[in-house]
């Protein structure tokens, strides 16, 4: 069950200061663990700055010992017990006047999905901050191993401009969002422009497409596009390589994007700084999702990473 | 105690909604019952110990003590006690050990709260105070919920029923219909508990202590005598969270603030004719009692199934005569008092904790 939206508040003793938001943070890591439920109850009026309505909370005991109370996300509350096993989620827990947004971590029983019996086939996956390099990458590995490899075409709202290859096929939001409930998207995100909502996404029957040619389904892509790719055909199908900037710290990473970015010419400065700020994120990620790639390969010299991937692909498509 | 403490006068509003009433005119009127039943009179008052807990939060009123010291006529010097529930016991805490030390020899205890002027869902939130705000409150848990995790544990732990834990408030509002301070002079039918409406399952509106307001106040001297002795006074604390405890199904600060009374009164617990405890939720008097080795664990509830020679919250306790938090602490030790008076026997003790036991205080008096 999602819990409604919180609404805004003001009241002192549920605070929701930049600082003291920035003091729960740090905690978030260690409460996404796996807990087992000790006790649970559900609090029929919670507290002001809380959505209103019941909320059932749990104690929790995770696997490294330690306790919690957080919201436990089920819809039926008598289907709890004691003993129960809960996998973390993190979800929006309170906003406040400012428009400050908390995340806290829930806990949820797992449901029993099927597990996909049948393996689909591999998806290469390219992942890195814009200026990285990922096209070059691409479009050397087309050549190099093109007989085993293809591009994937990216679907997306955003409106055609000059500089664009063929990668891109333009539909409406509402061809977009059709195909997406219609579940003919193997991945899809949106990200949020000055004046309007852009999405991306795969389609499955590009994907499947290429597999029908025995050749390798190749996407260059983000982390939100990546997650969802994982998801879907299930991570071991995914070949899943992260393009990383030369440089020892990130500082001397996030410069050697900022110049090829400039050196590009295709964006303006107030879009370079965009860039810029996703990239960071997109570093970040790297550490953090560590599971979700394969290798992580340093693009400081083209022609090594385009054989040592060109190696790695190869090595795959013959076990 | 070195030299004898003793109880020498005792005062209280009663429990309840006073909508006609500020923190200080309940503070006002606890104190002049106090002095007029004391042997002393108000000058005699060296100091003054506030308790209270939402001052700032329910009436934007800090400095009590100033506010108390401001009722007397001489302004005595003056502090105030904060242990969120259990600020009343801390108050009187505080105050043994001024007689003890020398620095004062008759001070007064007051404990005040003033939760009705603001809304019920502004007082839960204050009240979850009490727990740890960084640890515990982000979860949209009241204190009722705490009590409820607790209470839901120890249905499990216990095989104790619903039903069962029906006796708990039951027995609590038969006692205060013949307490005139009481805030619900009402008998409740035991099965009238758990059909009341939810609040934090297990627990139900009449398994939870009512939003009230009230004052108490006592008078404590070495000077001026009285037939009632502070036997022992005793603190003990836990951890804050209840996320940072082995255990939810049984208080630790309860256990060691116990141990340390009876040692201190050179008493058994089977000396001990009346008690007044701390269920600010039915299901903490079951632990209270077990803890303080009243009953085995799990087993508090044969306690409340059948009569026994101890009295238990004959006052109604905070579920019936009414828990203006950091009043309950001292009304406690006046309703002990009161009780051993009227049986003429010679112990009685009064349990108080504030959140979740993080804090516990426990007073042994002694009838002469």
Sequence with gaps: MELPLPVAFTFSPMRNTPAANHRAQKNLQQKMQEGTILSFTTVRHPPEGFPVGPRVIGLIELEDGTKVTSPLLTSDASSLTIGMKVLPKMRLSRVNDQGLRTYDISYEIPVQKPVKQEFPGYVLALTGPSGVGKTTVSLLLSTTVGSYVERVPILTTREPKEGDADEYIHVSPEEFLALKNEGKLATSTSIPSRDEKRWYGYRTEDIEAIWEEKKIPMIITEMNLLQGLASHYGRRSILSFGLMPPGKSKRQKLSALLHRLRDRGRDTEKQIEDRMKNAEADLEFFAKRSELFDDLIVNDDIDSVVGQLGGLVLERVKA | ?368
Excluded at chain 2, 20 to 40: Q, T
Excluded at chain 2, 122 to 148: H, N, Q, R, V
Excluded at chain 2, 158 to 176: D, G, M, P
Excluded at chain 2, 281 to 302: C, H, K, V, Y
């Design chain 2, 1 to 368: 105690m070195q030299s004898p403490i003793y109880l020498t006068g005792t005062g209280q509003t009663r429990f309840g909604e006073h909508w006609d009433m500020s923190i200080k005119d309940l503070m006002e009127e606890s104190i002049d019952g106090a002095i007029d039943s004391a042997d002393c009179t108000a000058l005699d008052i060296d100091m003054v110990v506030v308790a209270n807990m939402l001052g700032e939060v329910a009436s934007d009123q800090a400095h009590l003590g100033a506010m108390a010291a401001s009722l007397l006529p001489h302004h005595p010097p003056a502090l105030r006690a904060e242990a969120a529930c259990a600020s009343g016991s801390v108050a009187l805490h505080t105050a043994c050990a001024l007689l003890e030390s020398g620095k004062a020899e008759t001070v007064l205890v007051v404990g005040v709260e003033k939760m009705t002027d603001i809304s019920a869902g502004k007082i839960a939130a204050g009240l979850m105070g009490a727990a740890d705000a960084e640890k515990d409150a982000p979860s949209g848990l009241t204190f009722p919920g705490i009590f409820g995790l607790i209470a839901s544990r120890y249905m499990h732990e216990f095989n104790l029923s619903r039903e069962q834990l029906n006796h708990v408030s039951a027995r609590h509002h038969k006692n205060a219909v013949s307490n005139p301070f009481a805030q619900f002079r009402k008998e409740i039918p035991a099965e009238s508990i758990s059909t009341s409406p939810k609040v934090a399952d297990p627990l139900c509106m009449l398994d939870c202590s009512p939003i009230s307001d009230g004052a108490a106040a006592v008078i404590l001297s070495t000077k001026f005598k009285s037939p009632i002795k502070i036997a022992a006074s005793q603190l003990a604390t836990d951890t804050l969270s209840i996320t940072d405890r082995p255990t939810v199904t049984s208080f630790a600060a309860t256990k060691d603030a116990m141990t340390a009374a009876l040692e201190e009164a050179e008493i058994d617990r089977s000396d001990i004719s009346h008690i007044e405890l701390h269920d600010c939720f039915s299901i903490a008097a079951l632990i209270s009692l077990e803890d303080m080795g009243f009953a085995n664990p799990g087993e508090g509830i044969a306690l409340y199934e059948k009569e026994n020679p101890m009295t238990i919250n004959q006052s109604g306790g905070l579920k019936a005569c009414g828990h203006p938090v950091a009043a309950t602490g001292i009304k406690q030790v006046i309703d002990v008092s009161k009780q051993m008076k009227e049986s003429k026997s010679e112990y009685g003790l009064a349990h108080n904790f504030g959140g979740a036991a993080a804090t516990c205080g426990i007073h042994i008096l002694a009838y002469a």
